[in-house]
């Protein structure tokens, strides 16, 4: 399945801070979470409980999670899109590790974090089929609104 036709996540502005905070509050381990909206577009984030036995290097969702997510989406009227995480004093650079676990067909979002400080998230789009992460720039909307 190919990338949404932009190639650009769009980010709203409270899931900007939101990811930037959650992955400063869990350094100097890895943060993770859910990212619900469309393919283009993330409305939510999920902070969700890494349960990786190294949370410094790796990040693991539990099923329990897993589920919760998709009543969270399913009650919103969104869709799970992927999966955001940090990289704890390294680059926003998918690593072996993000490439066997990632969202297939979907988005993962990794946040940088040197000393505590979120630097700018970075968006890639995994195709299963090839097996690899594509780039995207992560551009933050002026204004995001969601009505039910």
């Known amino acids: 399945m190919e990338a949404p036709a932009a ?9 900007d801070q939101a990811l930037r905070a959650h992955a400063e509050r869990a350094w100097p381990e890895e943060c993770c979470g859910a990212l619900l909206g469309d393919r283009a577009s993330v409305f939510v984030a999920l902070p969700l409980e890494n349960t990786a036995g190294d949370r410094r290097r790796g990040f693991l969702v ?25 990289h704890p004093d390294a680059p926003a650079v998918p690593s072996a590790a993000d490439g066997s676990t990632a969202w297939p067909d979907g988005w993962t979002v990794i ?6 400080v979120a630097g700018d ?23 995001v609104h969601f009505e039910r």
């Open 7 to 15: 190639r650009a996540l769009r980010l709203g502005p409270d899931v």
């Open 62 to 86: 539990s099923a329990r999670d897993s589920l919760r997510v998709e009543a969270e989406a399913e009650a919103r009227g969104l869709r799970w899109v992927g999966v955001y995480h940090s």
């Open 111 to 116: 946040i940088p974090v040197r000393a505590g």
């Open 121 to 143: 998230p970075r968006a890639y789009w995994f195709d299963a089929d090839l097996g690899r992460f594509t780039a995207a720039p992560a551009a933050t909307l002026q204004a």
